[in-house]
């Protein structure tokens, strides 16, 4: 999302100043790439690129191809095959072994739904969209419908499907996509000639609430932020709870446990980490979580700690299910020898992230299938 916002961003002033631009977008992936399909990135009718759709490998093709676009006013479907390892044109020797498909689009500023202003839609609100891209392998050289359609959790669709025999299936498909939480490449048939839709899910950014504003949750805010996850802090001291000291926190909080949760906007993508180092409010503050269920709980501190808040907890009659337990993680992060606050952070984000991406989060040295799962095709 964060490269969504920087991308519309950069959109945004290249229109104030009288300037073209062009959205290329990552539509398929055959094999390896550094980016999956959903990597975009802007470009400029002065050469400014924002956002990437590879290593740095493909940008300078691409800006030329863009640029070819911007001429001709006419979207443009191109293949880079990176397992042709004396391929002189993108690079000797990248070693990704795939064939990138890059859809290039350029943007009517006066279409009220063009692929930036239904990329503004998706990620203006925290909640799931599907957004639907269709080309065709078959013939580069027909026109490609590009992004046309978005579908949002609360059932609005902006766009539409040019094809007019096409239309429901496509968009009964994208709100499976939505429903499922999973994106997918379908083929279609239009007129006896191959039609493909990426039905992308787009879901919020992680909504990351740091209870506790010492020193060792700054890194952790910082951290947060180079990732495009959205931050809060709360804490009871509104000495060290300080907006100067969170500059990049889109929400800090002094406030007592009780009353914290009933300031925040919780929802699925929401993740908690306890680390006040103060025993009663840290406890207090999971004694109110655990109800909720949110996806990741991390407690700082040893497992010891843990243990006795859980059984003083119960101690107080609180039932505490074996579905509420799945979610705390104490202590928290994975086990990387951390050591420094910088360090510890480093542990519990990417301890978040594999349990929100269902992954252990293990070596990938050992795992022996794709380190990308192909999207399934029908």
């Given at each position: 999302?964060?490269?969504?916002?920087?991308?519309?961003?950069?959109?945004?002033?290249?229109?104030?100043?009288?300037?073209?631009?062009?959205?290329?977008?990552?539509?398929?992936?055959?094999?390896?790439?550094?980016?999956?399909?959903?990597a975009r990135m802007l470009v400029t009718d002065d050469g400014m690129l924002t956002g990437a759709i590879s290593g740095?490998?493909?940008?300078?093709?691409?800006?030329?191809?863009?640029?070819?676009?911007?001429?001709?006013?006419?979207?443009?479907?191109?293949?880079?095959?990176?397992?042709?390892?004396?391929?002189?044109?993108?690079?000797?020797?990248?070693?990704?072994?795939?064939?990138?498909?890059?859809?290039?689009?350029p943007i009517d500023a006066s279409h009220p739904h063009n692929p930036m202003n239904l990329l503004r839609k998706a990620?203006?609100?925290?909640?799931?969209?599907?957004?639907?891209?269709?080309?065709?392998?078959?013939?580069?050289?027909?026109?490609?419908?590009?992004?046309?359609?978005?579908?949002?959790?609360?059932?609005?669709?902006?766009?539409?499907?040019?094809?007019?025999?096409?239309?429901?299936?496509?968009?009964?498909?994208?709100?499976?996509?939505?429903?499922?939480?999973?994106?997918?490449?379908?083929?279609?048939?239009?007129?006896?000639?191959?039609?493909?839709?990426?039905?992308?899910?787009?879901?919020?950014?992680?909504?990351?609430?740091?209870?506790?504003?010492?020193?060792?949750?700054?890194?952790?805010?910082?951290?947060?932020?180079?990732?495009g996850w959205e931050v809060r802090v709360i804490d009871g001291r509104n000495t060290h709870a300080r907006p100067e000291?969170?500059?990049?926190?889109?929400?800090?909080?002094?406030?007592?446990?009780?009353?914290?949760?009933?300031?925040?906007?919780?929802?699925?993508?929401?993740?908690?980490?306890?680390?006040?180092?103060?025993?009663?409010?840290?406890?207090?503050?999971?004694?109110?979580?655990?109800?909720?269920?949110?996806?990741?709980?991390?407690?700082?501190?040893?497992?010891?700690?843990?243990?006795?808040?859980?059984?003083?907890?119960?101690?107080?009659?609180?039932?505490?299910?074996?579905?509420?337990?799945?979610?705390?993680?104490?202590?928290?992060?994975?086990?990387?020898?951390?050591?420094?606050?910088?360090?510890?952070?480093?542990?519990?984000?990417?301890?978040?992230?594999?349990?929100?991406?269902?992954?252990?989060?293990?070596?990938?040295?050992?795992?022996?299938?794709?380190?990308?799962?192909?999207?399934?095709?029908?």
């Amino acid at each position: 999302m964060k490269e969504l916002r920087a991308i519309l961003n950069a959109y945004d002033a290249a229109i104030a100043a009288g300037k073209k631009a062009a959205l290329a977008s990552v539509v398929h992936v055959d094999g390896s790439s550094y980016r999956r399909p959903g990597a975009r990135m802007l470009v400029t009718d002065d050469g400014m690129l924002t956002g990437a759709i590879s290593g740095g490998c493909l940008e300078g093709d691409a800006l030329r191809k863009a640029m070819l676009v911007l001429s001709q006013q006419q979207s443009k479907l191109v293949t880079y095959d990176t397992r042709d390892e004396d391929d002189a044109t993108i690079g000797i020797q990248l070693g990704c072994a795939g064939v990138i498909q890059v859809l290039f689009e350029p943007i009517d500023a006066s279409h009220p739904h063009n692929p930036m202003n239904l990329l503004r839609k998706a990620i203006a609100e925290r909640r799931p969209s599907v957004l639907v891209t269709l080309f065709s392998t078959s013939n580069k050289r027909a026109t490609q419908p590009g992004t046309c359609l978005l579908v949002e959790a609360d059932g609005a669709i902006s766009g539409a499907i040019p094809f007019v025999d096409l239309r429901e299936r496509i968009t009964e498909d994208a709100q499976t996509a939505l429903n499922d939480a999973s994106g997918t490449f379908i083929n279609y048939e239009h007129e006896g000639k191959p039609v493909t839709a990426f039905i992308e899910y787009l879901e919020p950014p992680v909504s990351l609430v740091i209870v506790g504003a010492g020193n060792d949750a700054i890194p952790m805010m910082q951290m947060a932020d180079i990732l495009g996850w959205e931050v809060r802090v709360i804490d009871g001291r509104n000495t060290h709870a300080r907006p100067e000291r969170f500059t990049a926190a889109c929400q800090v909080l002094v406030s007592k446990p009780e009353q914290a949760l009933e300031q925040l906007s919780i929802d699925a993508h929401t993740v908690f980490v306890l680390m006040t180092h103060n025993y009663q409010y840290d406890m207090a503050m999971l004694k109110a979580l655990l109800p909720l269920q949110p996806r990741y709980i991390g407690v700082l501190g040893p497992k010891k700690k843990l243990g006795r808040m859980l059984n003083e907890i119960a101690a107080a009659g609180i039932t505490i299910t074996e579905g509420q337990l799945q979610q705390v993680y104490g202590p928290t992060g994975l086990e990387i020898g951390a050591e420094t606050p910088e360090e510890i952070a480093l542990s519990i984000l990417s301890e978040i992230k594999a349990v929100l991406s269902g992954k252990p989060g293990g070596s990938l040295r050992y795992k022996k299938e794709p380190i990308h799962t192909t999207a399934h095709r029908k």
